[in-house]
Each structure stands twice: as structure tokens, then as C-alpha cells.
């Protein structure tokens, strides 16, 4: 089983920059996708940057040339480093490693770190 733990989130003034962790363990697992997701208070959770095995990066359009994802697929690890903060982008946020399992795929998502951005 894969044990996701986040961490990073807070409170932070619009304009200011916050990074977000995220790191797997357990068993020892290929891992395909890797990325960050957020969903704020009453809305749907929603893509926010994510990282394919072959490296290549996929930003939402909100958060394009604000955000960056990096990730360590040999140690397992994401990060993403959030700049130029706006109040629209309050939400949790989520990290999810997607694994091999049996002859497919399955997700692993983190708990969940609360950002918020204050105008």
C-alpha cells in the first residue's frame, strides 16, 4: 500500500508564493502520472499541474506561468511552487501519485493541504 504525505499549505497575502510537498512510501511501485489537484469550498476538484512519466508537464489555464511542478519519480516526490498568489486560488489541494497495480493503474491521492490567500 502507498502512503502519500502533504505538506506546505497556509495562509498567504495575494501576491505572496507558497511551495506545497508531497512524498510516497511504501511499497515499491512504478509510478505513471503525478500531479496536483485542488478543490475549493462548494466546487469540484479540478486539475491543477501535473507530470506524465515521460516527463512532459500539463498546467490548468488559470494557473499557467504562476505555478510549477516538479517531481522525482526515482524518490517518489512532488512539489509545486505556487507564485503571484490570488484569492481565487483558495482551495485544498491535493497531490495524487497514479501507481502500477496488478496489470493497470490506481491512484493514490494525499490527505489534503489547506491554502488560502488572502486579498
Known amino acids: 500500500q502507498v502512503q502519500i504525505a502533504e505538506s506546505g499549505g497556509g495562509l498567504v497575502q495575494a501576491g505572496g508564493s507558497l511551495r506545497l510537498s508531497c512524498a510516497a512510501s511504501?511499497?515499491?511501485?512504478?509510478?505513471?502520472?503525478i500531479g496536483w489537484y485542488r478543490q475549493a469550498p462548494g466546487g469540484q476538484r479540478e486539475m491543477v499541474a501535473t507530470?506524465?512519466?515521460?516527463?512532459?508537464?500539463n498546467y490548468a489555464d488559470s494557473v499557467n506561468g504562476r505555478f510549477t511542478i516538479s517531481g522525482d519519480n526515482a524518490k517518489n516526490t512532488m512539489s509545486l511552487q505556487m507564485n503571484s498568489l490570488k484569492p481565487e486560488d483558495t482551495a485544498v489541494y491535493y497531490c495524487?501519485?497514479?501507481?502500477?497495480?496488478?496489470?493497470?493503474?490506481?491512484?493514490?491521492w494525499g490527505q489534503g493541504t489547506q491554502v488560502t490567500v488572502s486579498s
Open positions: 495524487k501519485f497514479q501507481h502500477s497495480y496488478g496489470a493497470g493503474w490506481l491512484d493514490a
Open positions: 511504501g511499497r515499491t511501485y512504478t509510478i505513471n502520472n
Open positions: 507530470i506524465s512519466r515521460r516527463g512532459s508537464t
